[in-house]
């Protein structure tokens, strides 16, 4: 049985691209090594790889590892994935659905704290 998307304690986003050829075992290196994270803790982990049209989730469930893969389908689909090379993230479950939807989660660069301006 797959497991709810709120049941686990965090995702985890890898920023930039992953090499996805890397199976169960080599992403779960890259947790460890890379992140310096427990690949058996209740965590969803997100790869992408550079076309930014594929992806590729890895959980711990119990008793063996879970790894879920996406791939968008169309001339220019693409995920808006975060390029900070070698950067792990935690997102929300928002942010997850955000991202699956074509969706940015970064704000747009260029505007500043358009907060702290008044407008009138």
Same mark, same amino acid.
């Given at each position: 049985?797959?497991?709810?998307?709120?049941?686990?304690?965090?995702?985890?986003?890898?920023? $930039?691209?992953?090499?996805? !050829? !890397?199976?169960? *075992?080599?992403?779960?290196?890259?947790? @460890?090594?890379? &992140?310096?994270?427990? /690949?058996?803790?209740?965590?969803?982990?997100? &790869?992408?790889?550079?076309? #930014?049209?594929?992806?590729?989730?890895?959980?711990?469930? #119990?008793? +063996?590892?879970?790894?879920?893969? @996406?791939r968008l *389908? +169309?001339? $220019?689909? #693409?995920?808006?994935? /975060?390029? =900070? /090379?070698?950067?792990? #993230?935690?997102?929300?479950? @928002?942010?997850?659905?955000?991202?699956? =939807?074509?969706?940015?989660?970064?704000? /747009?660069?260029?505007?500043?704290?358009?907060?702290? !301006?008044?407008?009138?």
């Open positions: 049985m797959l497991k709810d998307i709120l049941d686990y304690d965090s995702i985890y986003l890898a920023c $930039g691209a992953t090499d996805l !050829r !890397r199976s169960v *075992d080599g992403l779960a290196i890259i947790v @460890k090594q890379e &992140f310096k994270m427990d /690949p058996f803790g209740n965590y969803l982990f997100l &790869f992408c790889n550079r076309s #930014r049209n594929r992806l590729k989730a890895l959980s711990w469930d #119990r008793n +063996g590892f879970v790894l879920y893969y @996406k *389908d +169309g001339a $220019g689909a #693409r995920f808006k994935w /975060p390029n =900070e /090379p070698i950067e792990v #993230r935690n997102i929300t479950v @928002k942010q997850l659905r955000l991202l699956m =939807e074509g969706m940015s989660i970064d704000p /747009p660069r260029g505007f500043g704290d358009i907060t702290a !301006r008044a407008f009138y």
